[in-house]
């Protein structure tokens, strides 16, 4: 076995073992855009769902987590290939929390990731598929919905020892009315550490996305400010669409650190199979992670794609 496979498989154990050492600590896997994976190398997409599940119990992953574009285009066939995927998932009895894309929209065509004819805004909204496949008794963790039946925007929750967690998905350059429903969320559970999944945060040099890609509706710097800046219970935003790894830290009205990671690799290597394992550890007060190909069985070398914060302020019960 060469150097480099080695040092792989001592930085992977570094994470997959020793979990009893830490009753707080844990991993979140999360999957950047799968789009391309999706359409085009169904073994690469298969192959990061059944390494989560073997994996689970040494990660002691409460939920796997997942940034949006888990399809390419509107048909039927990507769906079945993501759906045949969280499957395993489904049986091994892992909870997820799925955040909807623009590709997981009308708003691209079935058969191309052009917009589809018609109005792109409007079409972003339509996700008849989506719900079709994962509707929202798919979500073991799912406690309640934006709107009744739609999975789009939801919000989850679990616990870890003496932490509460709330997850809440959020649509791609949200209307008005699911920031502020987000914001109610948030404010309904003061005591959870809320994670906000949403697919377009961060640009590629790590700052916040001052636009709305053009067919949107708010910019994610108008949703950062107004409703996730003010709430001193949001820990983490994470997010993808935008092609390369990035994060930042930025201080909440009330105080607390909000830290922020981008992670999406579609565009090269159909996204090389990479997951973003989240560690978190309460006891030390940190949060790292690094990006991991299970197919490829490789971390990525880049220091850029490493995260770690430390000194982090988690709400206990």
């Known amino acids: 076995m060469n150097k480099t496979i080695t040092g792989v498989l001592i930085a992977i154990a570094s994470i997959t073992n020793c979990f009893h050492a830490s009753a707080q600590k844990f991993t979140i896997p999360i999957f950047p855009d799968t789009q391309e994976a999706v359409t085009r190398k169904h073994e690469m997409f298969y192959g990061q769902v059944n390494w989560i599940a073997k994996h689970r119990d040494s990660l002691k992953a409460p939920i796997v987590l997942h940034v949006g574009d888990l399809v390419n285009f509107d048909n039927v066939g990507h769906y079945e290939v993501a759906s045949k995927g969280y499957q395993l998932f489904d049986k091994a009895k892992i909870p997820y929390a799925i955040t909807v894309g623009n590709h ?19 079409n972003l909204r339509k996700t008849t598929k989506y719900n079709r496949y994962f509707p929202t008794d798919r979500f073991k963790l799912m406690k309640g919905t934006m709107e009744k039946g739609i999975s789009d925007n939801s919000f989850h929750t679990f616990k870890v020892k003496n932490t509460q967690w709330l997850v809440i998905t959020l649509e791609f350059c949200a209307r008005e009315k699911a920031a502020k429903w987000m914001d109610s969320v948030i404010s309904a559970y003061p005591k959870h550490n809320a994670i906000v999944l949403t697919h377009f945060h961060l640009t590629s040099n790590g700052q916040i996305n001052k636009n709305n890609a053009g067919y949107g509706d708010l910019s994610p710097e108008v949703i950062f400010n107004k409703y996730i800046k003010p709430h001193k219970n949001v820990l983490l935003v994470l997010s993808g669409h935008v092609c390369t790894t990035a994060s930042r830290v930025d201080d909440g009205t009330e105080g607390n650190k909000i830290y922020q990671i981008l992670q999406d690799y579609q565009c090269a290597d159909n996204g090389g199979g990479y997951i973003r394992l989240l560690e978190i550890d309460v006891d030390k007060r940190s949060i790292s992670g690094l990006m991991y190909s299970p197919f490829y069985n490789k971390i990525d070398s880049d220091p850029k794609t490493r995260v770690m914060f430390s000194d982090v302020e988690f709400l206990k019960k």
């Open 104 to 122: 997981d929209t009308e708003a691209v065509g079935e058969n191309s990731g052009s917009a589809a004819p018609g109005n792109v805004n409007q």
